[in-house]
C-alpha cells in the first residue's frame, strides 16, 4: 500500500521501516491497517477512563504494535501507547463474529507513583457494523460506556499511517 503526503509516496523503504515498528503475521497490509484502526479506536486508547492525574489527556498513541492472526476470526496484539504523562503496554485478542469485533485489552501502566494494584487492568470494547456506522460498546471492570464513532476512513489512516513512519525515523 502507498500512502500520498502531498506529492510525496511512502515507498517500499517506507514500509519496510514502518514494519519494524509495527509487525503482522498472517494478514495483508489492508487486514493490518484495519486492526490498526480498530486499536486506535478502542475506549482506552482513544479516550481512556482511567488517567495518571486531572491533567493527564485521556487520548493515547500508538508507539508499537504486533499483530498476529491466529485464524479466520482471531487475531492477537501487543503493544506500547503513551500520552504526554504515562506510558502503556496493552496485549489481547481481537474476535471477529459476524459484523462485530471483540477486542479484548489487558493494559499494565509503566508508573512508579502507582501502586501494583492499580497497574494493571483490562477493558472490553465492542464494535458493531451496522448500515454504514459503528457503534462501539466498551466495558471496564466496573463501568459501561456507549457512543457512536467515526473509523479512520482510508485516506484518513493512510496519513496518520505515513505520518507515524515520519515520527518514528526522526526518533531514530
Known sequence: ???????????????????????????????????INLILHTKDVSESEILLNDNSSSKYDLLFLNLSRESYDRVRFDGGISNENE?????????????????????????????????????TDEFVFKNDRVYRRSKYIKEYYESEIDLFGEMELEEYLENKCNELKLKK
Open 87 to 123: 506510558n502503556r503496554m496493552i496485549y489481547g485478542d481481537i474476535i471477529k463474529a459476524g459484523n462485530k469485533y471483540f477486542v479484548k485489552t489487558f493494559v499494565y501502566r509503566f508508573n512508579d507513583s502507582l501502586l501494583d494494584d492499580n497497574k494493571e487492568y483490562y477493558v
Open 1 to 35: 500500500m502507498f500512502t500520498k503526503k502531498g506529492d510525496e509516496l511512502m515507498n517500499y523503504k517506507d514500509e519496510i521501516f514502518f514494519e519494524q515498528y509495527f509487525p503482522y503475521q498472517n494478514m495483508n497490509r489492508d487486514d493490518r491497517n484495519f486492526y
